[in-house]
C-alpha cells in the first residue's frame, strides 16, 4: 500500500563522502519534490521535478543535485556532506491537472547523519 | 509573498481535552490549505485539507474550516488521545509550486 518510498530510513555517512537517498512512488505523479528539514523546523523544498524538467530553488546549494530517470524515481545526491547537511530529507509527489498543483504526498523521509 | 503563521508549542493536554491549534496565512490570491502531521522520526502525513473558503476539513476527529474573511485555518479536535502528540504543520498552495508551511506546533497529550 505503500504510495511514496523512501531508502533507506536511516543513512550514515562520513564528511565529504558523496551519498544518494533514493525515492520511488507507485502514484504515477508526474511533479516530485525533496525537502530538507532539520530539527524542529518546518520542511524547505531543495528542488522539483516536473515530469523531466528540473526546478531548482535559488537558495539550494550547489553540492546538492538530483535525477529523476523515469517517472517513478527520483535520487537525491548529496557530493561532499558536511556537518550542516544533517537533516531528514522528505520525498514528495503531487499530480498536476488543468495547470494546477494537486495534493502533496510525503514518503517516511531518509534521516542523514554526517560523522 | 506567501507566508503562514502557527501557534508556537509545545501546546500540553491532558487526554480527552479539547485541542485548538492557530493558523493564519497571507497569500495573494486563493489558495489551498492543509494540515499535515508529523509522528516522531517519520515523514509527513496529511491530515486534512480544503481547497476554497468556508470548506470544511476533516479526518480522524480533526477538522479545519477555511475562513476567507480571517485568512485562518484552525485545527481543532474534541478529544485529544495521547497518540495525537506529534508535531502539526499548516501550509497552504498556490497550485503552482512548492507547499508554504508553518514552522509547525508540537502538540503533547499526557494521560
Known amino acids: 500500500d505503500a504510495m511514496v518510498i523512501q531508502n533507506p530510513r536511516y543513512q550514515v555517512t562520513q564528511f565529504g563522502k558523496p551519498v544518494t537517498l533514493?525515492?520511488?512512488?507507485?502514484?504515477?505523479?508526474?511533479v516530485m519534490y525533496w525537502?530538507?528539514?532539520?530539527?524542529?523546523?518546518?520542511?524547505?523544498?531543495?528542488?522539483?521535478?516536473?515530469?523531466?524538467?528540473?526546478?531548482?530553488?535559488?537558495?539550494?546549494?550547489?553540492?546538492?543535485?538530483?535525477?529523476?530517470?523515469?517517472?517513478?524515481?527520483?535520487?537525491?545526491?548529496?557530493?561532499?556532506?558536511?556537518l550542516g547537511d544533517a537533516a531528514m530529507y522528505l520525498c514528495a509527489t503531487?499530480?498536476?491537472?488543468?495547470?494546477?498543483?494537486?495534493?502533496?504526498y510525503f514518503g517516511p523521509g531518509t534521516r542523514l547523519l554526517v560523522l | 509573498?506567501?507566508?503562514?503563521?502557527?501557534?508556537?508549542?509545545?501546546?500540553?493536554?491532558?487526554?480527552e481535552a479539547f485541542l485548538t491549534i492557530n493558523c493564519t496565512y497571507t497569500a495573494t490570491g486563493y489558495p489551498s490549505l492543509f494540515w499535515y502531521v508529523q509522528y516522531p522520526g517519520?515523514?509527513?502525513?496529511?491530515?486534512?485539507?480544503?481547497?476554497?473558503?468556508?470548506d470544511k476539513g476533516s479526518n480522524k476527529g480533526f477538522e479545519a474550516t477555511y475562513r476567507k474573511e480571517t485568512t485562518s485555518f484552525h485545527l481543532e479536535k474534541g478529544s485529544v488521545q495521547v497518540s495525537d502528540s506529534a508535531v502539526y504543520f499548516c501550509a497552504l498552495d498556490m497550485g503552482r509550486r512548492a507547499l508554504t508551511f508553518g514552522s509547525g506546533t508540537r502538540l503533547q497529550v499526557q494521560p
Open chain 1, 22 to 30: 533514493s525515492c520511488s512512488q507507485t502514484l504515477n505523479h508526474n
Open chain 1, 35 to 82: 525537502y530538507q528539514q532539520k530539527s524542529s523546523q518546518a520542511p524547505k523544498l531543495l528542488f522539483h521535478y516536473y515530469d523531466k524538467d528540473f526546478n531548482n530553488e535559488a537558495d539550494t546549494p550547489d553540492n546538492f543535485q538530483s535525477r529523476r530517470p523515469n517517472t517513478s524515481f527520483c535520487f537525491l545526491d548529496i557530493r561532499s556532506p558536511g
Open chain 1, 94 to 104: 503531487s499530480g498536476w491537472t488543468s495547470g494546477r498543483q494537486e495534493t502533496q
Open chain 2, 1 to 15: 509573498g506567501n507566508s503562514v503563521t502557527q501557534m508556537e508549542g509545545p501546546v500540553t493536554l491532558s487526554e
Open chain 2, 42 to 54: 517519520e515523514g509527513l502525513q496529511l491530515l486534512l485539507k480544503a481547497t476554497k473558503a468556508d
